[in-house]
T-cell receptor, first 112, second 115 residues
């Protein structure tokens, strides 16, 4: 069965430090992978997506993610975190029926 | 540029009451979805629709119904509300072509409490 695992429930980083959020997926075919961000009380906003091609994907707000088929991973990275990046981040895999399967999310806190 | 619009944003229901969450999109997307979000559980798919007149169950459909009479609208009906339906509900839409899932665009959510 398709699934997405985000091993870290909550991560705290200092402002200016680098960030990596982990995501592992289980999907039989070529995966369509997404990262979304949710600020408190808001809907979800797409950060980036991977469909095919270059395995390093650039997104908005300075985020990037790398698809590693051998590790079934799609980790999200940012070189220098800003206080405004504090939010919850969701990894998702797209199914052929069109809907997405989401991980349980990683909450990011940023220390000043 | 409205995108996906959900109403109401907040609602409190008593056990056994019924209500409809409204969702409309103005992007001419063919696919629409209803998810519920519970703390620490991510988003679970309730129902989805691939076009007007066509709907299908998702992962957690029990206690809900949907209809899709137009491309733009996808209301979610809660019959006989139960405390287990206390959640935040998100409507989303996407354009799906050639079997490739597209980006989902989300509404701002509807927070429902059942007491």
């Amino acid at each position: 069965a398709q699934s997405v695992t985000q091993p870290d429930i909550h991560i705290t980083v200092s402002e200016g430090a680098s960030l990596e959020l982990r995501c592992n997926y289980s999907y039989g075919a070529t995966p369509y992978l997404f990262w979304y961000v949710q600020s408190p009380g808001q809907g979800l906003q797409l950060l980036l997506k991977y469909f095919s091609g270059d395995t390093l994907v650039q997104g908005i707000k300075g985020f990037e993610a790398e698809f590693k088929r051998s590790q079934s991973s799609f980790n999200l990275r940012k070189p220098s975190v800003h206080w405004s990046d504090a939010a919850e981040y969701f990894c998702a895999v797209g199914r052929s029926q069109g809907n997405l399967i989401f991980g349980k999310g990683t909450k990011l806190s940023v220390k000043p | 540029n409205a995108g996906v619009t959900q109403t109401p944003k907040f609602r409190i229901l008593k056990i056994g009451q019924s209500m409809t969450l409204q969702c409309a999109q103005d992007m001419n997307h063919n696919y629409m979805y209803w998810y519920r979000q519970d703390p620490g559980m991510g988003l679970k798919l309730i129902y989805y629709s691939v076009g007007a007149g066509i709907t299908d169950k998702g992962e957690v459909p029990n206690g809900y119904n949907v209809s899709r009479s137009t491309t733009e609208d996808f209301p979610l009906r809660l019959e006989l509300a139960a405390p287990s339906q206390t959640s935040v509900y998100f409507c989303a839409s996407s354009y799906m072509a050639s079997g490739s899932p597209g980006e989902l665009f989300f509404g701002e959510g509807s927070r429902l409490t059942v007491l």
